[in-house]
C-alpha cells in the first residue's frame, strides 16, 4: 500500500494519460487469456500478442478477454487502440490504487473493484486492484497480478461447461458475474475477520494481557482497510443499478440490485463489527485497571496492618531505663494477643467494608 | 448468527440464482398450511405435497400459505414455478441472514423481516427471518423455523372466526397484519431491553461490580443487534408506503404508516436505551474507581500516620551508650504523650482537609 | 413511562383499530367542556353525555372540544362517529406514548404533542400526551389527565373576554394558539434545566461529590428525555407549515413558522446545555482525580521522607558487639543534625520540583 | 444570556404579536436617527419623535433609519404601523434572544444578526441582537442598546463623504453593507479566541496547572457560544443569495456571496479551534497525569530501596541470646557494605529497566 | 496563518471591493510572465509593465499570465480593469487567506487553491494562496509568492517543447494541467504525513516517551491543516465538473473528473491516517499507564514482602524481660528459616496469581 502510494508522488508534473505502473515490481510476465462463447459455441485460448484481440473486437459471441499483470505500458496502450479506451481509463488502469468507481463513457463502462485475499500465513490481507472494461460484447478484466488469476476459475468453468445462464447472456451479465465473484470472496475475509474479533474476544474476557491490546489495534485497522475496499463500490454499483447506461440490461440490473444488498450487509456487519471492537477496547483497559486495582488493593492492605503492628513492636524495642511494662511478667503474652486482636480486628473490618 | 454466516461465503463462485439453504442444520420437516377465505368463505389445511398450491393461485379470494422452515431447496423452486417468483427471490429466501428489505416486482412485492424471540431461559435474543411474497390475491409467508410457528395464531383465530376487518380485505390487509404482528413483538422484546436496563441500573447505584461491566457490554450488544433488525425495516416499510406499488390500497398504506410509526418510536427508544447504557458505563466505571481511590485513601492514611510514630520509636531504640532521654524517668510517659498528640493532630489535619 | 409502555407489549396480536388504553390506571372521570364562539357569540358550558357534541359539527362557529382523560374506550369512539375520525386516530388517542406527529387526513389535522409539567417536589419532570383533531370548523383536544387541565384557562379567558384576534380568526388559529402555549411551557422547563445546570457546575467547581455525577446523570436524563419530546415537534409543524394542508390559512402559517423558529431556539439550547455537561462530567472527574492525587501525593511525600530515617534509626538499634559509633559520647546529637538535615532536604528538594 | 431567557417564559399564555421585551432592564433612552441619500442628495439627522420616519416611506431615495434600543413597545409599534410590518416581526425585534434568520415577507425582508462584542476588561464576550428590515427605498436597522451604536460609524461617514459605491447603490446594497461589517467584526472576536487558544496551549506544554483546566473550559464555551452566533446565520445569507427575494439586486448578491464565503471561513477557523482545544484537554489531562505518576514512581522507588534495609537492621536489632553475628568484630562494617551493595545494585537495575 | 488572519481583522469598516493584501510583508517585486501560444506559434517573456497585458486580450492563441506576488493594488487593479474582473475577485486575489473555491461569472472563472510545500528543514508545512482566472482565451495565475514559482517549470517545459497535447489544447486545457500540478503535489505531502505517521508509530510500540505525544499532536494539527486545504476543493472542481460553464469542454470535464477522483482519494488517506493517530494516541496513553502500573506493581510486592518480615524482626527486637524465645539456643535460625518459608510462600503466591 505505501509503496505504491510513493511512487504516485512521483508522477506530479508529467503530462495527464501518461501511463506509469504504480504498483510493486518485480513482476512475473503478463498472460492474456481469451474465452469467445455464445450458446452454441466457445473458444478459449492463451494469446502471446495483445494485437490479436482485435479479431473478436466486432464479433457478436461475447468475448472475455482476461489480462494478469498491469505494468507494461506498451500492451496497455495497444488495448486502448484495439477498443478505443480513453487515455485516463488506461492511466487508471496502471494506477493499481484507485479507489472502487465506475465510469460510463458511453461505449464502453470502466469499473475499478479492489480483490481482497487473505494470507493465512502472515495474516494479512492483501488487496489487488481488477478493473472492468465492459462494451456490447466484451468484457476486459485486467488483474494487477498474474499470481492469484485462479481466482475467476469457478465462472471459466461454468462457461465452459454451458452450466447455469451464462453462455445464453450477454457481456454485460459476464460482468455481473465477475463483480458477484469478488463481491462474494468479501463474505469470507469478513468471517475471518469476525472470527479473528470473537477469538480476541474470549481471550479478553479470560485473560487480558498487552499483547491484547495490539491485536485489537490490527484488528481494527484491517477493519477499516477493509472497509474502505467496499464503501465506495456500493456507491458505484448504485450508479450502474440507476440504469445510467443502456449497456446493462434490467435483468442484469436485478441481479446487480443483488450485489447491492450483499455489500450493504457487508457494511452492518463490518460496522458492527467495529462497535464491537471499540467496546472491547473499553473492556480491555478496565479488566487490565481492575486487574492492577486488586492487586495494589490487597498489597497495600497487607501493608496496612503490619505498619501499626510494627509500630507497637517498636515502642517496645525502645531502651528507656523506665519502661514499666518491659519487667512485667505476662507483658510479651498479653501484647501478643493485643496484637492479634488488633490484626484480626483490622481484617474484619476490611472484610465488612468489602475491600478485599 | 456466525453459523449461518460462515455458510455464506461457501457460496461464492456458485452461480447466481442457486439455491443454497444458510441457515442451521438439522431442521425439522417442512409444514406447509394454507387458509383460503374471502368475507364469506373460509377453508384451512395442511399440504403435503407443494403442487398443491397451484389450485389457490387464480382463485378471487384470499390465499395464505405459510410454510414453516425454508431449507429444503426442491419446495422453495416448486412454490417459485407456481406463482412465477424470480430466481434471485427464491435464493433471498434460502439465504436466511438476508437485512429487513422490500423489494417490488410489479406482480408481486417480496419482503423480508427479522423476527425477534427472547428465550427467558438463556436471557438470548434469537432471531429469524422472516419472507413475504405479496400477490394481489395470495399471501405467502415463509419462517425460517417451524417451531415458533404458533407466532401467528392470534391471526388465524382472527380470520377463522371472521372477526374484525380481516375477512373483508384483501390480500394487501393480511400483509399489513403480519408485519404488524412482528413489529408489535418488537414491543416486548425492547421492553424486556428495558427492564433489564433498569434492573443493572439500579445494581450498578447500589454496588457495582465487575460482572456489571460484563452484563452492560452484553444487554449494548443486544441493543445493537435489535437495532439493526428494525433499522432497515424502517426504511423497507417507508418504500411500500410512499405508495410504489399498486397491490396495496391507499386504507392499507394509512395502516402501514402507522407501522413505521411504531418502528420510529421503537429506535427513538433503543436510541435512549443506548445513551442511558453508554452513560452507565461511565457510571460503572467512576464508581469502581471512586470505591478504589477510598480504599487507597484510607489505607494510605493509616500508614502515613504510623510512619513517622515508628520512626520516633526506632530512635530510642538505638543502642547508643549515650543517649540521655533513656536515664529520665519520665521520658517513656512523656514519649507516649508525644506519640499521641502527633497522631491525633495529623487525623485532626486530615480531617480538616476532608481527606477522609 | 415504562409502566405505559410496558401495556403496550400486550396489544400484540390484537386488530388493528382496537381502543386499548396505556396510560396509567385510577384516572379520574373524564371531563368534557364546549367552548363555541364566532366574533360575536360566545357559548361555554361542561357536557355530561358526550353524544351531544354532534350539536357543535356543522355549526359555522368555531368549536373547541376540550377532553380530560381518554382512558374510556367508549366516550373515544362515540367522538370518532360524530366527527368522522379514522379508527386508527382513534388508536392513538388512547395509546398516550405517541411521539409528536402531524397526520394530514384530507379533512381533519391530528396532531400529537408532549405536554411537559416540571413537578417542584419531586423535581421530576412529567409528560402527557395533548391530541388535537382540527377540522375546518371545530377542534377537538384531548389531555391524557384532567388534573392539569388548567393549563388552557389563559386560552379560555381570551376567548371569553374577546381579546386578541382569537374571536375573529377560524380553528386553524385556535389549533395553533394552543400549539404555541405548548411550546411556551416549554421555554420554562428549559429554564429550570438551564438554572439547575448552573447550580450544578457552581457546586462542582466548587466542592466536588460523588452525589454531584448523580445529579449530573440526572439532568443528563432529563435533557434526553425532554429534547425527546420537542425533537420530532419540529418535524410535525414543519410539516404543517409547508402548507400541505388546506385547513390551514397563510396567516396561520405565518404564525406556525414562528412556533418552528422558537422550537429551533429550544433545541439548540437543549444542545447547548448538553454540551456543557458532557464537559461538566469530565470537569468532575478530573477535579475528583486531581483532589485524590493531591492526598495521594502528600501522604507519599510523608512516608518517603520517614522510611530512610526509620532506616538509619533502625542501624543504631542493631546489637552487634564491635559498633564503634555507639560508644562515641557525640553521636547521638549528630545523629539527630543528620537525619534533620535529610529530612529538611528531601523537603526543599520535593518543593524545588514541586511535587507538593 | 439567562436572564433574557428567563423572561422569555413569562410570555407563555400572552396572546401571539403582544410585544414584551425580554432584554436586560434599565436600558438608556431609545436613539433615532435617520440618513436618507442619494447619488446627489444626502440629509442626516436625529429625530425625537417617531411618527416623523413617516415623511421618508415613500421618497425614492434610500432611508436608513437606526434605532438604538428596542424596550420601548410604543416606538415598535409606530413604525410597525407607519412601515406595514407584520406583528410578528415586532414581537421578534423585542425579544431579543432570536436566533440569526431571514424572513421574506414580499414587501420587506426581515434579517436578525448577533453581533458580537468582545469586553477586554472582563474578557466576556457579549451579544446583542441587530435586526434589520430592508424595504425598496429604506432599511431599518434596529439595536438592542444605543451604547455600542458607534460600530456603524464607518458606514455613516462613507455616505456623508459620498466615498465608494454605496451613495450610488439602492437599500439592498446598504442592507449587505451592515451585515458586511457586522461579519467583519466576527474575524476580529475569532482572531481573538485564536490568540487566547494560542496563549494557554504554550502554558500547557510548559507548566500545566489546574487553573488552566478552568481556562480551557471558558475558552469552549465561548467558541460554542460563538459559533451559535454564526452558523445560522450561515443558512439565513444563503436563502438571501438563492435570490429568493426580488428586493436584492443580482449585483448585492453577488456581494451577500462574498459574506457567505465569509462565513463559511469564520465557521471553519472555530471549529479548528475546537479541535485544537479537544486535543488540548486531552493534553493537559495526560501532562497531569505524567506528572503526578513521575512523582510517584520516584518516590515508591526510594521506599521500595529503604525497605529490605531496614527490614535486615531489625534483624539484628533482635535480642536474642544466641546470635553468633553479633560476637563478630566484622559483622558491622560487612553489613553496611552488604547493604550498600543491595540499595546500590537495586538503583542500577531500576535504572537499566529504564524506571526512572 | 495567524498573521494573515490578524490582518484581516482591519479590514473592518472598509468599503467591500478595497484591495488590501492580507498576507506576509517583506515580499519581493512582482515577476509577470506571459506564455502566448497555438499548435503553431509560441512566445514567452517577462514583461515589466503589467499594461503590455492588454496586448493578449484579443489575440485568438492560448495566454497564460503568471503573476508571482500579488502584493501590489495597483498592479492587480490594472489587470482587473484590462480583463474586465469583478471588483469582488480582485479583494480575493490580494486576502491570501480564502479557502478553496470556484466561482463562475460568465465570461471567466474564477478558482481559488491552496498550494502545500513541505518544508524539509523545519519540518512545517506552508501554504499559499494560488489564484486562477481561466477566460476563453487566457487563464491568470496569481502565486502568493515569487520564490516557489518555479513549481510551474514543468507545464513551462511541456509548452516550450510542445510535447504532449497542451500546445493543441485550448485555456481550459491549460487550467486543468495547473489544478492537475497542485493536486498532484498534495500527494507528496500526504505520503510524508503517511511516513512520519509509520515513524512515530513504530517509536510508540517500541518505547513511548511524553516526547512523542508532542509529536502526535503535531502531526493531528497538520493533517487537520492539510485537510482544509484540500475539502473545500473537492466541492470546488464538483461544481465545474457538473458543467455549469460553457468554457469548459467536455474533454477537459473528463479530466477534472479524473482530478476530482484524486481528491477524494487524497481525502480517504487523510482521514484514515486520522484514524490511526486517534488509535495511536490511545495506545501511547495505555502504554504509559501499562508500564507505569507494572513498575508500581513490582515495586509494591516488595515492599509487602518486606514489611511483615521487618514485623516478625521487631517482635525479637523488645526489649521485654520475660520473653522465653530469646533465650532459646535455636531462636535465631529458626527464626530465618520462617521468615525465609514466609517470604517464598508470598513470591510464589503473588506468582500463581500472575501478579508479577
Known amino acids: 500500500m505505501s509503496k505504491s502510494r510513493k511512487k504516485r508522488a512521483k508522477k506530479a508534473g508529467l503530462p495527464p494519460g501518461t501511463l506509469v505502473y504504480t504498483g510493486e515490481k518485480d513482476r512475473e510476465p503478463i498472460k492474456i487469456t481469451v474465452m469467445d462463447y455464445d ?10 500478442h495483445v494485437e490479436e484481440c482485435s479479431d473478436y473486437k466486432d464479433k457478436p459471441t461475447v468475448t472475455w478477454i482476461n489480462i494478469d499483470g498491469t505494468h507494461r505500458a506498451d500492451i496497455i496502450e495497444s488495448i486502448g487502440k484495439i477498443f478505443g479506451v480513453h487515455p485516463l481509463v488506461l492511466e487508471d488502469l496502471m494506477s493499481v490504487e484507485q479507489r472502487p468507481k465506475m465510469e460510463n463513457y458511453d461505449k464502453y463502462v470502466f469499473i475499478v473493484l479492489r480483490m481482497l485475499t487473505h494470507n493465512n500465513q502472515t495474516d494479512e490481507i492483501k488487496d489487488e486492484q481488477l478493473s472492468l472494461i465492459i462494451g456490447s460484447n466484451f468484457v476486459i478484466s485486467l488483474q494487477e497480478s498474474g499470481k492469484d488469476g485462479d481466482v475467476f476459475d469457478p465462472i471459466r468453468i461454468r462457461i465452459r461447461d454451458g452450466k447455469g445462464y451464462i453462455r445464453k447472456m450477454k457481456a454485460d451479465y459476464l460482468a455481473y458475474v465477475l463483480i ?14 469476525q472470527e479473528k474479533t470473537e477469538q480476541i474476544e474470549e481471550l479478553i474476557i479470560k485473560d487480558p494481557t498487552s499483547h491484547n491490546l495490539h491485536e485489537i489495534n490490527l484488528l481494527k485497522r484491517n477493519l477499516i482497510y477493509v472497509r474502505k475496499a467496499f464503501w465506495p463500490l456500493r456507491e458505484a454499483i448504485s450508479v450502474l443499478e440507476r440504469g445510467e447506461t443502456e449497456l446493462f440490461s434490467p435483468n442484469t440490473l436485478l441481479h446487480l440490485r443483488d450485489v447491492h444488498d450483499h ?40 501493608s496496612t496492618i503490619f505498619i501499626p503492628l ?31 486482636i488488633i490484626g484480626v480486628s483490622m481484617v474484619i473490618y476490611f472484610k465488612s467494608k468489602k475491600w478485599f
Chains 1, 2, 3, 4, 5 share one sequence.
Do not use: C
Open 263 to 302: 455489500i450493504i450487509q457487508l457494511i452492518d456487519t463490518i460496522d458492527s463489527l467495529r462497535d464491537v471492537i471499540s467496546d472491547m477496547m473499553n473492556i480491555y483497559l478496565s479488566s487490565i485497571s481492575n486487574k492492577l486495582n486488586e492487586v495494589m488493593k490487597v498489597l497495600t492492605i497487607i
Open 180 to 193: 458477484d465473484l469478488v463481491v462474494d470472496n468479501y463474505f469470507s475475509i469478513v468471517e475471518r475477520l
Open 310 to 340: 510494627t509500630f507497637i513492636a517498636g515502642i517496645y524495642g525502645m531502651n528507656f531505663k523506665y519502661m514499666p511494662e518491659l519487667e512485667w511478667q505476662l507483658s510479651y503474652p498479653i501484647l501478643w494477643l493485643i496484637m492479634i
Open 39 to 48: 450458446e452454441k459455441h466457445f473458444v478459449e485460448h492463451e494469446i502471446k
